[in-house]
């Protein structure tokens, strides 16, 4: 894998690396290079580890609320089972050199050590993921890198009928996420396009903040035009992330 950013721009935006492992056991850690694919600890990010008995009301909150409900509609099982966990690892932090995509594999890999010391699940903060550890080893750490497995599109009903999309986890790439609004129903395909166009050249470094031209299908010529606005708006909960603001009356077939 090729972890170039060929499109990188250093616009002071960093990424931020944000998970949560349930069940980790600090004593057991063991980094290797070869067994989980490191070749250092990328600057900026931060390992501890919280107990119960220490920071109950802090984990607690972590997995509570709005968030803890979206975790019990999708894995309601494993949910349950990481609630009775004593011991979590946090892993996170803003990475300082990010020209490469090199520090979300060191990242991953550090994640994968404090699995296999036997914790049973993972948390990805950013996309909002709960993953166990098999899930984990298989779909992020042991696959070929894949943009896609590190962001989440969320669709959603507006008042009038139409869609709104949206992303979360571009924040770990250290750009903005997408916000598409006013999507008629029959568009939806075309701009989960536009989206998945925006998210890999995101991770290729490139900052939406002017008129591009994108092709929303890889099958077909087609060529939308955008005009994205960059808003700096990092505490938006829908996002935790700056995000780039498009509205799909503004975007133009060319």
């Known amino acids: 894998m ?18 949560v492992i349930f069940g ?13 694919n490191i070749d250092e600890v990328p600057e900026g990010l931060n390992m501890n580890m919280l107990t119960r008995e220490q920071h109950g009301e802090y984990m607690d909150n972590l997995i509570g609320g709005t968030l ?10 494993l949910y349950e089972k990481i609630q009775k966990e004593n011991i979590w690892a946090i892993v996170n932090g803003e990475i ?11 990242t991953i890999g550090v994640v994968q050590a ?18 166990s550890a098999e899930e984990f080893t298989e779909k992020i750490f042991s696959k070929e890198f894949d943009v896609y497995s ?20 571009l924040r770990k790439f250290g750009r903005p996420d997408v916000s598409i609004e006013n999507i008629p129903e029959s568009e939806e395909n ?19 903040n002017k008129k591009v031209r994108l092709h929303p299908y890889k099958d ?16 938006n909960v829908d996002f935790n992330n700056a995000y780039c603001k498009l509205l799909w009356e503004e975007c133009e077939e060319e």
């Open 114 to 131: 404090f699995l296999d010391t036997g914790a049973i699940a993972v948390l990805d903060m950013q996309t909002f993921s709960l993953y």
């Open 68 to 77: 803890g409900k979206i975790l019990r509609e999708e894995q309601p099982k």
């Open 150 to 169: 590190h962001v989440k599109i969320l669709l959603s009903k507006m008042e009038d009928g139409n869609i709104w999309l949206h992303t979360r986890g």
């Open 2 to 19: 090729n972890y170039e950013r060929p499109y990188y721009e250093d616009i002071n935006y960093h990424p931020l690396m944000f998970y």
């Open 220 to 235: 077909k010529e087609e060529v939308v035009i955008i005009n994205p606005k960059f808003i700096e708006d990092y505490e």
């Open 24 to 36: 980790a056991k600090e004593e057991e850690l063991e980094i290797s290079r070869e067994r989980h």
């Open 190 to 208: 075309k701009a989960v396009g536009i989206a998945n166009q925006m998210i890999f050249y995101s991770a290729q470094g490139v900052l939406f």
């Open 96 to 106: 300082e050199q990010d020209d490469n995509l090199k520090y979300l594999r060191n």
